[in-house]
């Protein structure tokens, strides 16, 4: 029999990827997946901008690359950062196979096997099982409206035994689809201040955001750039241009660069050239701020049917945020259901969501479920909550 090591022994294949494949069968709604809309992507334009690249561009695109990033991307995402505030000259930026590698990095950076890492309560799964395969000890801090609660992030922090990372999701988070107060993130910055714990600011949704007036709310505390704080910001083109292209990036401080760029050497050597050559042009084009400005509206509009049609259906005693951004909205039921159960039932009737303990850093807490409403059309939507609204009162009455 094999033998494999203790680290991967750790690992569960989690509900999401399970239920991509259930997610996949064409007669199933899924508002599962973390998904951008297929029918959004920028085709024409990419198809566009790869036809009219230099020949030398075309040949770089088929090339390996730096470790760190193609020079011009490094460059005009540099650029795409600095318009938000973010300190990209006195920081360093590392391209990344996703942000899922960010992470990825960063745990093995700072997490050897034992380590307390501190992380939402929900928190994105993907961050879950980065930290898990450094065999961090998980400890979920709860999140209420505005952000996460300051009281109990402070028991934390005093432990004797010293946390190693802090990872949170304060803009559009994944999967309450909450958005940080900007209060909330000066208490969380006074909090860590001294406590020589780095943060992991993870900005994978901040630019879709569905109103203007909110947008002093996603100033990243990277921007701010608080003394005596190591933040360690990430980001992606997942959920701006496609998942497919696997590009994100970090923006950290060099001597965490350093470390993140010699393992990154030996995870791929480097991010796929060919899509990073299609960001740069992207951006460059300009294309990329209009394309945002589109998709921005049309997830408003697919939110806002998912929020109409779980007005209409759901029983009163289901709680649920109002996105005001990003993919998700989070649904909270009485204390003691079981949300795997109830999408049992809905997977039957044709509609399919994620349980909440997918993002229980204890893997236990089930009585939430989260609902991705980017990858279906309004009609589907009206289709597909009817469906899970049956299934929850035939659970909880
Ligand atoms: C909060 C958050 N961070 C990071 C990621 C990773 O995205 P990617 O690796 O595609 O950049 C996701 C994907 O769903 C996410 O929701």
């Known amino acids: 029999m094999q033998r494999f090591s203790k680290a991967v022994s750790l690992l569960r294949s989690s509900e999401i990827r399970d239920l991509m494949t259930l997610a996949s069968r064409p007669d199933i709604i899924s508002f599962a997946g973390g998904?951008?809309?297929?029918?959004?992507?920028?085709?024409?334009?990419?198809?566009?901008?790869?036809?009219?690249?230099?020949?030398?561009?075309k040949q770089a695109a088929f090339q390996y690359g730096p470790t760190p990033g193609l020079p011009s991307l490094l460059e005009s995402l540099s650029g795409f950062l600095e318009r938000?505030?973010?300190p990209v000259k006195s920081n360093r930026l590392l391209i990344t196979t996703g942000s899922q590698q960010a992470l990825s990095l960063l745990a093995k950076t700072f997490i050897d096997p034992g380590d307390r890492v501190l992380v939402e309560q929900p928190c994105f799964i993907g961050a879950l099982s980065a930290f898990r395969s450094s065999e961090a000890a998980l400890h979920g801090i709860p999140v209420d409206r505005e952000g996460l609660v300051i009281d109990l992030l402070n028991e934390e922090i005093r432990k004797k035994e010293r946390a190693r990372l802090l990872y949170i999701t304060p803009y559009f988070h994944?999967?309450?689809?909450?958005?940080?107060?900007?209060?909330?993130?000066?208490?969380?910055?006074?909090t860590l201040q001294g406590s020589n714990i780095p943060l992991i600011e993870d900005d994978a949704y901040g630019d879709l955001y569905f109103h203007e007036e909110d947008r002093e709310r996603l100033q990243p505390i990277k921007s701010i750039d608080p003394e005596d704080i190591d933040v360690c910001y990430t980001g992606s083109f997942s959920k701006i241009l496609g998942p497919g292209l696997r590009l994100g990036w970090m923006l950290v401080p060099e001597a965490i660069h350093e470390k993140c760029e010699l393992i990154k050497q030996s995870a791929d050597a480097c991010s796929p050239s060919f899509t990073q050559v299609l960001a740069d042009a992207f951006i460059r084009s300009g294309k990329i701020d209009s394309y945002i400005a589109g998709v921005r509206q049309e997830y408003k509009k697919r939110a806002s049917a998912m929020v109409a049609a779980l007005k209409e259906h759901l029983p009163s005693y289901v709680?649920?945020?109002?996105?005001?951004?990003?993919?998700?909205?989070?649904?909270?039921?009485?204390?003691?259901?079981?949300?795997?159960?109830?999408?049992?039932?809905?997977?039957?009737?044709?509609?399919?969501?994620v349980a909440g303990k997918t993002f229980d850093p204890e893997g236990k807490k089930n009585n939430t479920l989260r609902?991705?409403?980017?990858?279906?059309?309004?009609?589907?939507?009206?289709?597909?909550?009817?469906?899970?609204?049956?299934?929850?009162?035939?659970?909880?009455?």
């Open 35 to 57: 998904m951008p809309g297929n029918d959004l992507f920028p085709v024409q334009e990419i198809e566009e901008l790869f036809s009219n690249l230099d020949e030398k561009t």
């Open 84 to 86: 938000k505030g973010l």
């Open 174 to 190: 994944n999967p309450a689809g909450l958005l940080y107060s900007k209060e909330r993130k000066a208490e969380l910055i006074r």
């Open 319 to 353: 709680h649920y945020n109002e996105p005001r951004g990003g993919f998700y909205i989070w649904l909270t039921l009485p204390e003691g259901s079981d949300a795997t159960e109830i999408m049992k039932i809905a997977v039957k009737g044709g509609a399919v969501f």
């Open 371 to 397: 609902l991705s409403y980017c990858n279906n059309t309004p009609e589907q939507i009206a289709e597909g909550i009817p469906i899970i609204a049956a299934a929850i009162r035939l659970l909880c009455g």
